[in-house]
């Protein structure tokens, strides 16, 4: 099935460096969710973005849609050891409730 | 606040044997997902209910049977288990329908 491309794939930043990831699909979204996942435990929503170009914030976090429609990005500000986990995104074309998710970037921060 | 409750948190089956996963929430919410999570992979939709007495099948539905109780509850249905569908399972709820909101902490099923 179709799948998003997130990038990267894993990274090790130092605690209060900012990170910034991506996820690209070949198919336009009309909608893009951002998820962390804790060991253990099921995706926590963080963010939802629904039109081209807007950028959204939860408390470090930003996303944003990207303008082509087909990209939306994900930055953490100042990043702290509790940031550590798998972020997903997820996007939705039109016509469909199914949304498709990414393969996850894992983040590791180095105290 | 509960949120979204699914048990059993860990299982093994041998391949044949039947199993029902169990899921609720106390949001009210009327929509409810199972997805399951297989590593370097991201959640694939099982099933989706979007509201009591309405299912519809997602991306790889083939193996599973789903039931929407009520509107707490939604429960999936391995009817003879396959060592193919060894995999997380995650139970989800929204109130936008279609867009999972909250997850709950996951199946973790094993076929030998």
């Known amino acids: 099935g179709q799948q998003l491309n997130q990038s990267p794939q894993s990274m090790f930043i130092q605690e209060g460096e900012d990170v910034s990831m991506n996820c690209t699909s070949s198919s336009i979204f009309n909608t893009w969710l951002w998820y962390k996942q804790d060991p253990g435990e099921g995706p926590v929503l963080l963010i939802a973005?629904?039109?081209?170009?807007e950028l959204t914030s939860n408390g470090r976090l930003t996303a944003q849609f990207g303008i082509t429609r087909k990209d939306s990005f994900l930055n953490i500000s100042a990043s702290i050891p509790s940031d550590v986990g798998i972020y997903f995104c997820?996007?939705?074309?039109?016509?469909?409730?199914?949304?498709?998710f990414g393969t996850g970037t894992r983040l590791k921060v180095l105290a | 606040n509960a949120g979204v409750t699914q048990t059993p948190k860990f299982q093994v089956l041998k391949t044949g044997q039947s199993m029902t996963l169990q899921c609720a929430q106390d949001m009210n919410h009327n929509s409810m997902y199972w997805y399951r999570q297989d590593p370097g992979m991201g959640l694939r939709l099982i099933y989706y209910s979007a509201s009591e007495g309405t299912t519809d099948k997602g991306e790889v539905p083939n193996g599973y049977n789903v039931s929407r109780l009520n509107k707490r509850e939604f429960s999936l249905r391995l009817e003879s288990a396959a060592p193919s569908q060894t995999s997380v399972y995650f139970c989800?709820?929204?109130?936008?329908?279609?867009?999972?909101?909250?997850f709950g902490d996951g199946t973790r099923l094993s076929i030998l």
């Open positions: 989800a709820s929204s109130e936008i329908s279609g867009q999972p909101q909250h």
């Open positions: 973005l629904y039109k081209a170009g």
């Open positions: 997820a996007g939705i074309t039109s016509g469909t409730y199914k949304y498709i």
